[in-house]
């Protein structure tokens, strides 16, 4: 579903370059969930935002569902692979309703039957339709972020691309929004590329994941490996020795 | 125990709103002496109220009461002015979460840590500047030349807040409130910054209180630990044994966290019991209140 090769990301110019992500390969299954771990500045967002389209400027190549990402991809390309963001307070307008929020997708995308849909959707995500009518300062964490996995899903995308979805929430609403991203994964058969730096939400949602650091990915292992702590690269073992607290 | 150094007895926090009184903080009380006291709760369950009602840092529309706060014997409700002032970054001092937000932009990181000795009198002259790369060395800074020189821009978040650390530290508080000060730094780090802090609190027989929101931090860095829900401690227990707490909510929030080790297809979430509100307090070595 996903392939990456030789994914290469470039910030700045002459002497205040820096290489972002270097060599970065990997492939993901259809329907498989595949986590992107590692430090804070080790590239992992990058690589999302290369992927939706945030970012680009990039060398290498990149497939998503069998269609090759150019550098200026057709809109239609960005209907099956949508992104959740870390912050719901940050990543939704303050000053639209959570109808026009959903909305806004589906104008951009020529999609008609609008008011069916964002009903549909609020139903998947869990949130009663009377929702529609309320603004982020009217929601809670949680709510607000069931609204931005809303945005994301309401144009039916094959693939999810989540950067820390949960990072911005209490635990209790962690698993509130985890649980509600496995059911939608296994419901709606869609493929997972989740970044996070917390090892243990990786394994809840993931079968296999890549540590990467300094732009480079170091290793790529199942998850029952990082469960046994029996990673390969000793920079991935140190990780998960810190994250087990 | 020893002799306590913070004594705090039915601490209420209400902030006035539009519909009038809000309440933050319900009949807290706890003591602390020279050790690490975790609070844990999760967002607006008034654990950071706690720790700005003790410096007295909360604004004005906010309504403090207590039967008892107390630092060394002193009211902290009835100083004012001067006298607050002194106990402020000398005796009590707080880390804040986030060294990008907490230090001074526009003045390089050594000169604000040594304010506090100048603003406290606690050293004059050159032994200003000894003094503050004797205290950056000691949070492990290895060219502390270098970081006393940079703005804390030119700091990654781990060196900022071992910065902030440092500036807590050089006054030689007795208490040091510490408000999540690992959570916006990369697991790697949260682990040396917390070891730091660690050995400094321990080796200068200080009073820690560690506020987060994370419960296995607490857990193995703290001493005691007060779970927080709804502004009130609904339960009080030894750090160790927090994996065997008892109050509902407690084995909540444990549970609702996705483990590495433990693979479960779903996780359970946290059923909030309208009781908890106004509910029993369990304490550690008491019977599980009826």
């Known amino acids: 579903m996903i392939a990456v090769e030789e994914l290469g990301v470039r910030f700045g110019q002459d002497r205040d370059a820096v290489q972002a992500v270097e060599g970065v390969s990997f492939r993901v299954a259809e329907g498989e969930s595949f986590g992107l771990v590692g430090e804070s500045g080790c590239g992992k967002s990058t690589v999302l935002r290369v992927l939706c389209g945030l970012q680009r400027e990039w060398r290498g190549r990149v497939e998503i569902a069998g269609a090759a990402l150019s550098r200026r991809p057709p809109r239609g390309f960005f209907r099956g692979v949508q992104m959740v963001f870390q912050d719901p307070y940050g990543s939704l307008h303050p000053r639209f309703t959570v109808d026009a929020t959903l909305a806004e997708p589906l104008a951009i995308h020529g999609l008609g039957d609008r008011r069916r849909r964002v009903e549909r959707v609020l139903e998947a995500v869990g949130l009663d339709p009377a929702f529609r009518y309320r603004f982020p300062h009217q929601l809670s964490g949680g709510q607000r972020q069931r609204v931005a996995v809303a945005r994301a899903l309401i144009l039916e995308p094959r693939v999810l691309l989540l950067d820390e979805p949960t990072s911005a929430l209490d635990v209790s609403v962690q698993a509130e929004i985890l649980n509600l991203l496995s059911t939608l994964r296994s419901e709606r058969g869609l493929t997972f590329l989740l970044v996070s730096h917390d090892l243990a939400v990786v394994s809840h949602l993931c079968s296999r994941l890549a540590v990467m650091r300094a732009g480079r990915l170091v290793e790529q292992l199942p998850v029952e490996t990082l469960r046994s702590g029996a990673a390969a690269e000793p920079y991935s073992r140190e990780l998960i020795e810190a994250s087990r607290g | ?290």
């Open chain 2, 1 to 290: 125990m020893s002799a306590p150094l913070l004594e705090v007895e039915g601490l209420d926090v209400a902030f006035a709103g539009p519909r009038g009184l809000v309440p933050a903080v319900r009949g807290v009380s706890f003591t602390l002496g020279r050790e690490k006291l975790g609070i844990v709760g999760e967002s607006g369950s008034g654990k950071s109220t706690i720790g700005r009602a003790v410096l007295r840092l909360l604004p004005e529309t906010a309504r403090v009461s207590a039967q008892i706060l107390a630092f060394e014997g002193e009211d902290l409700l009835a100083l004012q002015g001067r006298a607050l002032r002194r106990l402020r970054g000398r005796r009590i001092t707080m880390v804040m979460q986030d060294p990008r937000f907490s230090l001074n932009p526009v003045m390089p990181v050594g000169e604000q840590i040594a304010e506090t000795l100048r603003v406290h009198r606690v050293a004059r002259g050159a032994a200003v500047r000894a003094k503050v790369l004797e205290i950056l060395e000691a949070v492990q800074i290895r060219d502390p030349e270098r970081v006393y020189r940079a703005y804390p821009h030119e700091l990654s978040g781990g060196m900022g807040q071992r910065a902030m650390i440092a500036m807590m530290l050089i006054a030689d508080p007795a208490l040091l409130i510490a408000d999540e000060p690992t959570s916006a730094l990369d697991v790697t780090v949260r682990r040396q910054v917390l070891a730091i802090l660690d050995d400094l609190v321990s080796r200068r027989g200080m009073g820690l209180i560690l506020i987060s929101h994370d419960l296995n931090l607490v857990a193995s860095f703290c001493d005691r630990v007060l779970i927080l829900y709804a502004g009130r401690v609904v339960e009080e227990i030894r750090a160790r044994d927090l994996q065997h707490c008892r109050h509902p909510y407690s084995r909540g929030l444990l549970a609702s966290l996705p483990r590495l080790e433990r693979p479960s297809a779903s996780l359970p979430t946290l059923q909030r019991d309208p009781d908890w509100l106004n509910g029993p307090v369990y304490r550690f070595g008491e019977e599980v209140p009826a």
